[in-house]
C-alpha cells in the first residue's frame, strides 16, 4: 500500500469510527469526542487544542516502515510504500529491482467529529459568557459617563 493511501485511511477511518460511534455512546448516557474549549494538560501531548466551536485537535502520531521498490521496468523511479510483513506472487520475465526499508515518524493534526449536543451546549455556554461581558461592560461605561 502507497504511504499516502495508508495515511489517508488512517485519517478517514479513525473520523468516520468516532461519527458512527458519536450517537450510541450518547444513548448510553456518554459523549464520543464531546466538545471542548480550552486546553488540555494531558502528558501524552496528544490533544492538540481546540477549534472555536469546541473540535477538539489531536496529534495523530504515525510511526511507519516504508520500503522503497526500485523496479528497472518501471518509470519514474521507486515508490515509497507501507513495509508489509509478507508478500506473494512471482514475476515473468527479467528485470532488476532493489528495495531499502526506512523508518518515518510524523504526526498529522486531525480534528474529529463532535457531538451535537455537546457543541450545542458549549455555543450556549459561550454565549451566556459573552452576554455576561457585554453586560458588565454596559455597567462599567454607564458609571463612566
Known amino acids: 500500500m502507497d504511504l499516502k493511501d495508508f495515511v489517508r485511511e488512517t485519517l478517514v477511518q479513525l473520523s468516520t469510527g468516532v461519527q458512527e460511534s458519536i450517537e450510541e455512546v450518547r444513548e448510553s448516557g456518554g459523549y464520543s469526542n464531546p466538545a471542548a474549549v480550552g486546553s488540555s494538560k494531558n502528558s501524552d501531548n496528544s490533544h492538540f487544542g481546540s477549534m472555536g466551536e469546541g473540535q477538539n485537535v489531536f496529534l495523530v502520531d504515525f510511526d ?35 528495495s531499502s526499508s526506512n523508518r518515518v515518524s510524523f504526526k498529522i493534526p486531525l480534528a474529529l467529529p463532535v457531538d451535537p449536543v455537546s457543541r450545542a451546549e458549549v455555543t450556549e455556554r459561550k454565549a451566556r459568557q459573552q452576554e455576561r461581558i457585554n453586560e458588565s461592560m454596559r455597567r462599567l461605561n454607564q458609571g463612566l459617563t
Open 64 to 98: 511507519v516502515a516504508v520500503t522503497v521498490d526500485e523496479n528497472s521496468e518501471v518509470s519514474g523511479g521507486g515508490k515509497l510504500k507501507v513495509a508489509s510483513v509478507f508478500s506473494l506472487g512471482a514475476d515473468a520475465g527479467s528485470s532488476s529491482k532493489s
